[in-house]
């Protein structure tokens, strides 16, 4: 273990209102010490992937659904990017991508407050658990625990997890601070468990083994997304990654345990998440549903009331104002994101009708920026990209799923034009998610949704203005005329 170191107002209701803050006072004011934070991350899950969510995957997420029945799910939950560094950057600063500098896999502008910043002023021992470098620059985190993957059986090994936990909430009852915990799982990032990148790591390096699996899924035990096509090797890729997705569950029981013999469980605020969506075509490092919706749960004993929130979308942007409030500690100013403290205690409140999704450029560095306005019922995706020639790339496609698509595709005129347009997109997208969920019937000329195609063009022009998105000047020449 590593010892650390030490705008716009476009949507409504940025930072704390007196209702919130009142509210604040309220849940804490009995007992004058802070809530504790403990953020469990899985990496590259899909939403549907846990049996509270509706899979039927037999047996595969006992402990998060557990959490679930005991906190509540946001349904309507979505990460601001889907790529590990920036989504994971718009957490910890309340800011959109373009905003907080960290647009790819780079650090964020030094000069950009974070929630660790924040935290730590107030008392906050803080400590994070593997991904420790897609939150940089260094000083803009200060970290009292660091625990790099390697530590922990390359991010993956519950017991491991387990262990560096419990000492770590041992050393804030003995320190008498409230703290703040990032444990990241690197569960169900590839490689897969059985893949031949576990097998075979690059350069055969030995310091990248792979810890076991207690429970190994069969092809004909799974069931496919709906956004891939049933064939075999499909099946076999995601076969190995709900293996994976097991052994993320058992990491985050192993935590949860450890937080329950630590005697501090009553007053710690416990929150789960994945950063985005699996990693295959059409999902991850994309704008679609599977991309970004995530399986936000949050727990906090005796003052949440569990059940589900399936109306109010929120945001990855939104973490940071929400822990703020929680926590009683002033807003910082300048955040694109809003508490949803309000929403946990069951409380209606406007502005969360709508969420805006981001892609700048893959972990290769290549940029392909994507924006989407995103609402319970509908769909706007503008792919800046797009030209008829420029073709698309990015990490799943070196995945068997993926080759497989193409080798179906030789033969099977469904596949075909599903592999075409994944590598071309149009410039446009629309989708009614209440008829197609999967995003799959493109409606942008369809004349029956004109109202809310220019609606949704105008909240994207909006947006973008308000925050000087570096595509606006393209997006009026090219859309918002």
Known sequence: MTNGYTRRDFLAGLGASAAT?????????????RPNILLITADDMDY??????????????????????EGMLFTQAHVTAAVCQPSRSALMTGRFPHRNGAMGFEPIDPK?????????KAGYLNGIMAKVGHLAPKECFPWDMIVDANELGQGRDPALYYKFSKEYFERAKTEGKPFFLMANSQDPHRPFPGSAGEKNPPGKRKDLAFPG????????????????????????EIAQYYTSVHRCDETVGQILRALKESGLEENTVVFFLSDNGISEPFAKTNCYMVSTQTPLIVRWPGKIKPGRN?????????????????AGIKQVEGMDGRSYLPLLKGQKEAGHDKVFTFLFETSAKKAFPMRCVRTKRYSYIYNAWSDGKTTFQNEPMGGLAWKAMVAAAQTDKKVAERVDFFLHRVPEEFYDLESDPGERKNLIADPKYKDHLTTM????????????DPILDKFKQQIGK
């Open 310 to 326: 399936d109306d109010d979308l929120v945001s990855g942007i939104d973490f940071m104002p929400t822990v703020l409030d929680v």
């Open 112 to 120: 950009t407050p974070t929630l660790e910043q924040s935290l730590n």
């Open 48 to 69: 549907h992937s846990l049996g509270v969510t509706g899979c039927k995957v037999p047996d595969i997420t006992p402990n998060i659904d557990g959490l679930a029945k």
């Open 213 to 236: 699996v207690t429970r190994t899924y069969k092809p004909e035990e799974v069931t496919i997304p709906d956004f891939l096509p049933d064939l075999p090797d499909v099946r076999k």
């Open 21 to 33: 803050l009142a509210l604040t006072r309220q849940l804490w004011s009995a007992d004058s010490s």
């Open 457 to 468: 063009r105008a909240e994207m022009l909006k947006m973008m203005e308000s925050t000087k």
